[in-house]
């Protein structure tokens, strides 16, 4: 088992981009230390998740602003606007699986397992006194007036886009059913529902592409810590250095309950790779989407 004590030397020295620390550790002939923050589950859902939602907005935008060149040069491109209907669809159906499954792993950790960390402390995605703490500490931080603060395992930002998309997923998914079956939800709801649908659906769309490929794209990719990519989400795992730097809160913790070395974990063979793959194409589409919804609404 690997010794886990502090060298502050390792914290200035090693860089925190996952590949470089692993070959400067291998350059000094010894195995860097990663530390698993995601298990496989968490890794596939978010993939599943990424690809359904780019699919879904290349899909939808098209008939949204159906005015433009650029929509009807996509939808020429996937095959015309029915067979854009059926992709979009299909991506619904994956989108809407993964939602549920990812509400199933959440009631049985909860209600099963009694794993009451899931609603409090800091395994917790539930927003706590702490966040608050941490939004004030980091802005004085920004302005040079103080520490950065000791993160935990999730920061307020995190929880802020995990919430963002929760909420967005349950709005957009439940209005698009309603226009997939309207038929059904006109036996209860009233007509023009299917109108408020529509408009709710199309707003949330613009919203929630608006927001993945500007404001998620920049806490995972744009901060100068990550830029210009983090690959956690691929790999499942940080090295040593990303831990204590980032999360310095989390490390100490873990390393007070004796876990460190349980976490410890080896790289996957290609996922690094394959994730900056996956990043750099799903990144480069979302962010024309955003170009491309900006010049529709512009022009
Ligand atoms: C997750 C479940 C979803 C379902 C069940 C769903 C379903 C639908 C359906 C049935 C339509 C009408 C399509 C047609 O007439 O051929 C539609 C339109 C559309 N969808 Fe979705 N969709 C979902 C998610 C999304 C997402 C995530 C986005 C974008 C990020 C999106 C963007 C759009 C847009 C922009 C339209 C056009 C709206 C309009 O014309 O006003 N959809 N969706």
């Known amino acids: ?7 502050p030397t390792a914290i200035q020295t090693e ?18 230390r990663l530390y698993r923050r995601f298990g496989k589950a968490e890794r596939i859902g978010h993939i599943g998740l990424g690809i359904s939602f780019i699919g879904l907005a290349i899909t939808g935008l098209p008939l949204l602003y ?25 991506f619904a159906v994956v989108m809407i699986g993964l939602f549920v499954w990812h509400l199933a792993r959440v009631f049985r950790r909860i209600v099963v397992d009694r794993d009451w960390g899931m609603l409090w402390g800091p395994n917790s995605m539930v ?34 886009d995990y919430w963002a998309v929760f909420w967005g997923m349950a709005i957009i998914g439940g209005s698009g059913l309603i226009l997939w079956f309207p038929e059904f939800f006109t036996r209860f709801l009233p007509p023009w529902s299917l109108n408020l649908a529509a408009l709710i659906h199309g707003l949330e769309a613009v919203l929630a592409v608006g ?13 100068a810590e990550k830029f210009p990519m983090d690959t956690v989400m691929f790999t499942g795992y940080v090295t040593e250095d990303e831990l204590r730097h980032e999360r310095p ?47 529709a609404l512009f022009s």
């Open 1 to 7: 088992m690997q010794d886990t004590t502090d060298t």
């Open 127 to 160: 927003p706590q006194p702490r966040d608050a703490r941490e939004i004030y500490q980091n802005v004085r931080y920004f302005l040079g007036r103080g520490e950065r603060p000791r993160f935990e395992r999730f920061t307020y930002w995190e929880k802020f």
């Open 211 to 223: 927001f993945i490929f500007t404001i998620h794209l920049f806490h995972n990719n744009l901060r």
């Open 249 to 295: 809160d989390e490390y100490e913790r873990l390393k007070r309950e004796g876990r460190l070395a349980e976490l410890e974990t080896q790289p996957a063979p290609g996922a690094l790779k394959a994730g900056r793959v996956y990043g750099v194409v799903v990144n480069s589409l979302g962010v024309m989407l955003v170009v491309l919804m900006l010049y």
């Open 15 to 32: 860089p925190l981009d996952p590949a470089a620390a692993i070959e400067t550790a291998e350059l000094a002939n010894r195995s860097p």
């Open 66 to 90: 159906s005015q433009e060149r650029w929509a009807s040069g996509l939808a020429q491109a996937m095959g015309g606007f029915e067979a854009m209907g059926f992709l979009h669809r299909f």
